[in-house]
């Protein structure tokens, strides 16, 4: 039997890089010294060989990533991909072009709750994904919240905002507390409606799993105006990751 400790789950984003080794989590962001951030981080796992899993959305980062492991012996390093493809938790065949990320979330979802399943990905895009039925039949996807405000940023020097936060008010008194309000109400405004569709069209019991992730949840997962609860997961791209290894070894 694979021993869960001989594993390391990689999320590669386009932000983040996002570790989940021996239950414990771990996060760097892209940025400078990010490399030998991760060097220390490797140097300490396990000396005994280890499986290393990733998925990734940003193939400049993931290169330098790969290059990386390949100085440490102890390390098997493997795409999540070929996985992914012989994967029978998600049927995907009615729908083009969904990404790794959007099916590892849903994926990993299925360890806290039987289908229907609804995930929203908090990060440099939102994606709403639904699955019913054992099949994902789509979602939806929108500029995250920081995407948004680099966007702004580029247009105009006086739109500029140094870093997301949301307050208590639904409006800003200053231009830059009126770009957050202003971006926390479409990102959150468009998930609103997403969800009331859904149950609009499916029916209440559609929306009885709804599941929360990436690296904003935590600022949306209590804010959304629904009467379904949500439940915060941060690392459901990584757990979905392990529950597709772990199963494979078990077969």
């Keep these: 039997m694979l021993n869960t400790k001989s594993i390391v789950a990689v999320d590669i984003g386009n932000s983040r890089i996002k570790l989940l080794y021996n239950n414990l989590f771990k996060g760097f962001e892209i940025q400078s010294q990010w490399e030998n951030m991760l060097l220390n981080y490797l140097d300490k796992l396990s000396t005994d060989q280890t499986l290393l899993y990733y998925s990734s959305v940003n193939p400049k980062i993931e290169i330098e990533f790969l290059e990386l492991c390949t100085s440490k012996d102890n390390l098997v390093v493997n795409s999540i991909s070929n996985l992914l493809r012989k994967q029978n938790f998600i049927d995907t065949s009615s729908i083009q072009g969904i990404g790794n990320d959007r099916l590892l979330g849903l994926i990993g979802a299925l360890r806290y709750s ?22 994902c039949i789509g979602g939806a996807i929108l500029p995250g919240a920081i995407t948004q405000i680099n966007s702004l940023a ?18 800003g008194n200053n231009t830059s507390d009126a770009i957050m309000s202003g971006i926390y109400l479409s990102c ?8 009331e569709k859904a149950e609009s069209q499916f029916g209440s019991e559609f929306t009885k799993n709804i599941y929360a992730t990436g690296g904003l949840a935590h600022l949306f997962a209590d804010k959304i105006e629904i009467k379904q609860k949500i439940n915060y997961k941060p690392n459901l791209v990584l757990e979905g990751i392990y529950k597709l290894i772990t199963t494979s070894e078990k077969q």
Aim: hydrophobic fraction near 45%; avoid cysteine; proline fraction near 2%.
């Design 188 to 195: 959150a405004g468009a998930v609103e409606k997403a969800l």
């Design 154 to 171: 580029k247009m105009s020097e006086s739109l500029k905002v140094n870093d997301f936060n949301i307050s208590g008010a639904f409006y």
């Design 114 to 135: 039987d289908f229907p399943i609804i995930t929203l990905d908090f990060g440099s895009a939102i994606t709403i994904n639904f699955a019913n039925d054992g099949k």
